[in-house]
């Protein structure tokens, strides 16, 4: 594969900073755009009707590049006065995505059948308060790859919800697992093609993994099992049922992190190598299906890595940001690339 790819770095505070040369150069976003170039983005999601287009969620709306993240639109919907925490599509019909949001503003589950142009709210609505972090957002969707209408969410803090009829209706299941810890702070959700499908649950100190559609549960405790007690996101590799890479370190945002590494679904799990010591919470992954082994990862207080093996070992980048809060790349470089308006 071409090494003329961009790399896209969500942040909390600088927008969407990116690189088309594979990371030797890094540039902020243009200002006078529709996305502001200090703003506050929650997350990233390649358009999978278009390689070279990817959404932004941010703390105002939705935005849309169709130039690899150098020119960024607001798409004028009902999220615009929303914060968008989380954004997820489906793989069997491109055209319905799912989008997440939280604080500051209210936590609801919104869908779109028209590939992101239109959103409608789903009955999926959070109380406006909640223990633990105030006001609830919802980090994690997933959608069985099979089907477009069987979604999943989970919510910090605030459960785990299915719906098998694409966001109509909804029931809660974390509180009908036998060993549940009290805490309803979930974190990721993963769900793996395969005889059977695994769904995998991640919530803030334990993983949780069903091999018969939910209807049992096996439970782990990040504490007793890996050492640290704070369990943050997953990360399926693309194309493959089952190899995982998981992100946790020893609280937010921690001064200790890990990567592990799944080979069987996320029955047992194994460190991974960091070429440096991170100095926060594994926060993010970022991947595409174009070159499945090369991973991107990054903590919370801005430290990104690379893999070019798949996630058995990660190399530090020599660029840190300021909070990263989501990651992806693209196949590709703007075809008449606009100058940047700040380096870095």
């Known amino acids: 594969m071409s090494n003329e790819r961009t790399l896209l770095v969500a942040t909390d505070g600088q927008a969407v900073i990116r690189s088309h040369d594979d990371g030797k150069n890094w540039y902020r976003i243009n200002i006078g755009q529709d996305l502001e170039f200090d703003d506050r983005v929650r997350c990233l999601l390649i358009d999978p009707a278009n390689p070279r287009a990817v959404f932004a969620g941010a703390e105002r709306g939705l935005f849309r590049s169709d130039d690899?993240?150098?020119?960024?639109d607001r798409v004028d919907c009902e999220l615009n006065d929303y914060a968008v925490w989380k954004l997820a599509a489906s793989e069997s019909d491109p055209s319905v995505l799912y989008a997440g949001t939280g604080s500051p503003t209210r936590s609801i589950l919104f869908r779109s059948r028209d590939g992101g142009k239109s959103w409608q709210r789903t009955p999926l609505?959070?109380?406006?308060?909640?223990?633990?972090?105030?006001?609830?957002?919802?980090?994690?969707?997933?959608?069985?790859?099979?089907?477009?209408?069987?979604?999943?969410?989970?919510?910090?803090?605030?459960?785990?919800?299915?719906?098998?009829?694409?966001?109509?209706?909804?029931?809660r299941i974390d509180t009908q697992w036998a060993d549940h810890p009290g805490n309803s702070d979930i974190h990721d959700i993963v769900i793996l093609r395969g005889d059977p499908k695994v769904i995998l649950v991640l919530t803030v100190v334990s993983l949780y993994r069903s091999t018969d559609d939910g209807k049992s549960w096996t439970h782990v405790s990040a504490r007793e099992a890996w050492g640290l007690r704070y369990s943050r996101v997953l990360q399926r590799k693309p194309g493959s049922n089952t190899e995982l890479a998981l992100g946790i370190g020893d609280g937010t945002p921690g001064t200790k992190a890990a990567v592990l590494l799944s080979h069987d679904a996320g029955a047992t799990w194994t460190p991974s190598t960091l070429s440096q010591p991170a100095n926060s919470c594994i926060w993010a992954f970022?991947?595409?299906?174009?070159?499945?082994?090369?991973?991107?990862?990054?903590?919370?207080?801005?430290?990104?890595?690379?893999?070019?093996?798949?996630?058995?070992?990660?190399?530090?980048?020599?660029?840190?940001?300021?909070?990263?809060?989501?990651?992806t790349w693209i196949d590709a470089v703007p075809n008449n690339m606009e100058l940047p308006h700040v380096t870095g």
């Open 68 to 72: 690899c993240g150098s020119r960024w």
């Open 125 to 171: 609505e959070m109380p406006e308060r909640c223990a633990g972090v105030s006001r609830p957002r919802m980090l994690a969707i997933a959608v069985d790859p099979d089907d477009a209408n069987d979604v999943m969410v989970g919510v910090e803090e605030g459960g785990y919800f299915r719906s098998r009829d694409g966001g109509d209706n909804w029931e």
């Open 286 to 327: 970022g991947s595409n299906a174009a070159n499945p082994e090369f991973l991107l990862t990054a903590t919370k207080f801005g430290n990104l890595y690379r893999s070019e093996d798949g996630g058995r070992r990660w190399e530090k980048e020599w660029r840190e940001f300021n909070e990263i809060t989501d990651l």
